[in-house]
T-cell receptor, first 110, second 114 residues
């Protein structure tokens, strides 16, 4: 079993929809949780960063962490075609080694 | 400020050969991490270098090695290439190499092993 599980998708939604992306993990030592966005032929870029449990909002993006359930989510409101990309969750404890999910491919059609 | 650069962008090799990939971090960044990305396994951590020292290592065989120079530029070497080494190799830099510092990724080197 992988330390981090992420549904690979693809997820196809119409423009304006609310998108929910999720990851589950098994290592209770994880404290730092991140979401990266990767466009085709590009490296990942950090979207959201959360420490421990709770919610964090940045514009149309909201990251949620539920450590008791070992479950993290990224919500995208009013999704746009420009949001079409692969979204990767990543997490770590105190080892400085980031563990990534396999990524969910999102397609937002006009 | 220029981003992370990786050379070459694309590489085709045959089994048994060796390959060296290069990464130039953002100016002032002293930590460089390397990752392998494949469709089935996703992004897997290879190793991290900080101030010319390997600080963290992933679960890859000894055929994968790296080094960092005094100007923070880093190279990654893979010897005795196997078909399964075909992947996108990503380099990321951060200012102090801690998880609470954002890692900035380069565009990657696409390695194909025939």
């Amino acid at each position: 079993q992988k330390e981090v599980e992420q549904d690979p998708g693809p997820l196809s939604v119409p423009e304006g929809a609310i998108v929910s992306l999720n990851c589950t993990y098994s290592n209770s030592a994880f404290q730092y949780f991140m979401w990266y966005r990767q466009y085709s032929r590009k490296g990942p870029e950090l979207l959201m960063y959360t420490y421990s449990s709770g919610n964090k909002e940045d514009g149309r993006f909201t990251a949620q962490v539920d450590k008791s359930s070992k479950y993290i989510s990224l919500f995208i409101r009013d999704s746009q075609p420009s949001d079409s990309a692969t979204y990767l969750c990543a997490m770590t404890g105190n080892t400085d080694k980031l563990i990534f999910g396999t990524g969910t491919r999102l397609q937002v059609f006009p | 400020k220029a981003g992370v650069t990786q050379t070459p962008r694309y590489l085709i090799k045959t089994r048994g050969q060796q390959v060296t990939l290069s990464c130039s971090p953002i100016s002032g960044h002293r930590s460089v991490s390397w990752y392998q990305q494949t469709p089935g396994q996703g992004l897997q951590f290879l190793f991290e270098y900080f101030s010319e020292t390997q600080r963290n290592k992933g679960n890859f065989p000894g055929r994968f090695s790296g080094r960092q120079f005094s100007n923070s530029r880093s190279e990654m070497n893979v010897s005795t290439l196997e078909l399964g080494d075909s992947a996108l190799y990503l380099c990321a830099s951060s200012s102090v190499g801690r998880t609470d510092n954002e890692q900035f990724f380069g565009p990657g080197t696409r390695l194909t092993v025939l």
